[in-house]
């Protein structure tokens, strides 16, 4: 990306960047199911997330988006509670 985050002279990459919006996406959606009265799809999406970022394996051809989490998990789960906790405190 080539962007460069404040106070440090480290640069990000694509993987780092590219995980921390996969994060975003799926805290905001796990939040958002479990408001509106489905808190097993939220939990469960919740789970599985965590789960791969942390490198449970589920067996067989590991997608493309799981690889990505794998390899920068603390900044797609960085992402996950951001966008969780913003989501339950703005609906």
């Known amino acids: 990306m080539g962007s460069t985050p404040v106070g440090s002279g480290n640069r990000l990459t694509y993987t780092e960047v590219h995980a921390a919006i996969v994060g975003v996406a799926v805290g905001a959606i796990a939040a958002y ?3 509106h009265g489905f808190p097993g799809v939220g939990v469960a999406l ?5 789960g791969l970022a942390l490198g449970v394996d589920i067996g067989g ?4 988006g799981a690889r990505t989490l794998r390899r920068e998990p603390w900044y797609g789960l960085g992402g996950f509670v951001f966008a969780g906790a913003l989501t339950l405190a703005v609906v």
């Open 33 to 35: 199911v479990e408001q």
């Open 46 to 50: 919740a789970a599985l997330f965590v």
């Open 61 to 64: 051809r590991t997608a493309a």
